[in-house]
């Protein structure tokens, strides 16, 4: 699949299970005091569980399909177009689905209010319940 930006550098497998690779947009500045990445997930890459401490972030979705779960939520699924405002402190995760790749823009707001812990991974099982639909 085509994206808009080229794909960036592997993400690495610390966390994130599968393939999944970032081209960072914008570098940190205390004018927009806002990070702004492109992020493309192979069929079946998510990353794990994490948390975005005193700031928020939003997905701009931009190819394929993937998927987006708060913690004691059925996953949503995504498609091109999809916009998902994360709040400040919710446990979350998001991916491509099984078959089909996914990109999304990520934006990551107000982050001199804090950055984000990375959790445990989404195992296969929560990934499989996840994306059954």
């Known amino acids: 699949m085509s994206t ?20 960072y947009l914008t570098k940190n500045d205390d004018v927009y005091d806002a990070k702004f990445y492109d992020v493309y997930f192979e069929a079946g890459a998510r990353n794990n569980w ?21 913690w004691g ?6 498609v ?23 990109t999304h823009i990520g934006i990551n707001t107000q982050i001199s209010k804090g950055s984000y812990t990375w959790l445990e991974p989404v195992s296969d099982e ?4 996840a994306t059954k639909n």
């Open 4 to 23: 808009i930006f080229p794909k960036g550098q592997h993400c690495g497998n610390e966390n994130f299970i599968g393939n999944a690779y970032i081209n």
């Open 50 to 70: 994490h948390i975005h401490n005193g700031n928020g972030q939003i997905l701009l979705c931009t190819q394929g399909m993937g998927f987006y779960q708060e």
């Open 73 to 78: 939520q059925p996953a949503r699924r995504l």
């Open 80 to 102: 091109k177009g999809d916009v998902v405002e994360i709040m400040p402190g919710v446990k979350h995760w998001h991916g491509a689905a099984s078959d089909s790749d996914f």
């Open 126 to 129: 929560e990934y499989k319940i």
